[in-house]
Structure formats: structure tokens, C-alpha cells
């Protein structure tokens, strides 16, 4: 076994979880957009209701964090309660305001806020630490 080699395979566990981690992040990243873009198509939009917010643990901060509940009807008539994905102090979502949602009229409950910072922000994050991720992996395989 050549010198490189035996560097790779040492390395090779964690630059397989690297890898499997940045592949994900990407593969849930482009899922979001994917969904945005037939959203923006095909979606309906409802006048929201901010009803709430509730506290959650965020094993990433240093203390709890709060989650805004959203509730609005669908084109069926059924009320849908909602938490978006993207959440945190500078998203402007207190309780008792109104927000435009937006939804697939087949799939109600996969509701998100009408924002870009709701639509595209957590996936273009997951794609941007997926890019990071693969590119950092592929900088030690080949750099080895």
C-alpha cells in the first residue's frame, strides 16, 4: 500500500460522513426548492393567523428558543395548523398577526409562509452547507 493510499484509508471514515452528511444537507436542500418553485406555480395562498408561539429546545443555542403555531382554513374548508421550518427571533412572526401562506391544494399541511425568507432562506442554507460540505471532502481526497 502506497503512502497516499494509506493516508486515504485512514482518513476515509470521516470523509465518508462528511460526505453522506453533504450529500443530504443538498438532497433536502433542492427538495425545498423544489417544492418552493411548485409552490410559486401551483400553490394557493390563505390569510394566516399567528395563534401562538411555543418554546422548543434547539440542541445548536444556548438556551430555548420559540416556534410561531400558524392557523388558516383551505380551500376545503379544513383548518390547518402549521409551525414553518424557518423560525427565529428575526423572522417577524409574533403572535396575533396575520401572514399569507401558501399551499398545494392537495397537500395543505406542507403550508409555508409567503416569504422568501420562508420559501428559499433554509434551503439555500442546506444547499450552501451541502456545497461546503462535498467541497471540503473532495479538497482532502484529492489533496492527500
Known amino acids: 500500500m502506497t503512502g497516499r493510499a494509506r493516508k ?13 452528511a453533504g450529500l ?8 425545498e426548492v423544489s ?5 410559486h ?12 408561539n411555543v418554546r422548543y429546545v ?3 443555542s444556548s438556551g430555548p428558543s420559540w ?9 376545503t374548508g379544513n383548518r390547518v395548523e402549521f409551525t414553518p421550518q424557518a423560525h427565529g427571533g428575526g423572522l417577524g ?10 399551499y398545494l391544494p392537495e397537500s395543505s399541511q406542507d403550508a409555508r409562509v409567503d416569504t422568501w425568507q420562508h420559501l428559499l432562506l433554509p434551503s439555500l442554507l ?5 456545497l461546503v460540505f462535498v467541497g471540503f471532502v473532495t479538497f482532502v481526497v484529492v489533496n492527500l
Not at 444537507?25 to 427538495?31: D, I, N, P, S, T
Request: net charge positive; charged share 25%; aromatic share 8%.
Open 41 to 52: 406555480r401551483r400553490g394557493l395562498r390563505a390569510e394566516g393567523l399567528v395563534v401562538e
Open 58 to 60: 434547539d440542541p445548536d
Open 93 to 102: 412572526l409574533s403572535t396575533g398577526r396575520t401572514v399569507r401562506v401558501i
Open 67 to 75: 416556534a410561531p403555531v400558524i392557523v388558516f382554513t383551505d380551500n
Open 8 to 20: 486515504l484509508a485512514k482518513r476515509l471514515p470521516e470523509t465518508a460522513g462528511m460526505l453522506v
Open 126 to 130: 442546506a444547499i450552501t452547507a451541502g
Open 35 to 39: 417544492l418552493a418553485w411548485r409552490l
Open 24 to 31: 443530504y444537507a443538498l438532497g433536502w436542500g433542492f427538495r
